[in-house]
Nanobody
Framework: QVHLVESGGGLVQAGGSLRLSCAASGRTAMGWFRQAPGKEREFVAA????????SYADSVKGRFTISRDNAKNTVYLQMNSLKPEDTAVYYC?????????????WGQGTQVTVSS
């Protein structure tokens, strides 16, 4: 069982930055997802168990950076050049299985609102 707690969401103007944090009770591959009102949840970024491999959705490449501090069992999502379309509830997720298996643990979500 992996327990996840997100923090760092808030209200920011377009062009601004926010950093989300996800504290985990264990060390696993992690990802960030988001869900905007009326839309399906979508993948944002992922990072491997070691931190040596990352991947991003095309919509955030070059603006968002995922990283991890394994000493603290914490994963971060640095979000720069934020746009109104980035507004969503952001969820941290953990995958206990190998690559390609579903994420099986989820945080409670943190709201990110970008004003124009």
């Amino acid at each position: 069982q992996v327990h996840l707690v997100e923090s760092g969401g808030g209200l920011v103007q377009a062009g601004g930055s926010l950093r989300l944090s996800c504290a985990a009770s264990g060390r696993t591959a992690m990802g960030w997802f988001r869900q905007a009102p009326g839309k399906e949840r979508e993948f944002v970024a992922a990072i491997s168990w070691s931190g040596g491999s990352t991947s991003y959705a095309d919509s955030v490449k070059g603006r968002f950076t995922i990283s991890r501090d394994n000493a603290k069992n914490t994963v971060y999502l640095q979000m720069n050049s934020l746009k109104p379309e980035d507004t969503a509830v952001y969820y941290c997720a953990a995958r206990s299985g190998v690559v390609g298996t579903p994420y099986d643990y989820w945080g409670q979500g943190t709201q990110v609102t970008v004003s124009s």
